[in-house]
């Protein structure tokens, strides 16, 4: 495991974050191949035994990662109740399921 593959991981992921929370499809599309080289480049490396400077690097570039997932699972999200609130108001019950029921458990 380099320092110049988990900068290049951090690199990726931040770029995916900024084209996530900028809304700009062009860009996400952009960045996902190239965070999809980078994290399969870390999975053919197998195990390996970081330094302390090399933990420190993969961690902040795992939280820019995580921050992604977060922004890709609630967009997500949003856009499932859109179109569950699309499909209602279509009267289309059959074809999505309401994402949060009214009806408490």
């Given at each position: 495991m380099s320092q110049t593959l988990v900068d290049a991981l951090a690199v990726s992921s931040a770029a995916l974050v900024a084209a996530l929370d900028a809304q700009d499809v062009d860009a996400i599309e952009k960045t996902l191949p190239d965070l999809t080289a980078r994290v399969a480049e870390m999975k053919?490396?197998?195990?390996?035994?970081p330094s302390p400077r090399l933990k420190q690097s993969l961690l902040a570039a795992l939280q820019t990662v995580d921050g992604a997932r977060f922004r890709l699972r609630y967009l997500a999200d949003r856009n499932q109740q859109h179109i569950d609130m699309l499909a209602e108001a279509a009267g289309r019950f059959d074809c999505t399921p309401a994402t949060y029921s009214r009806n408490p458990r």
């Open positions: 053919a490396l197998g195990s390996w035994t």
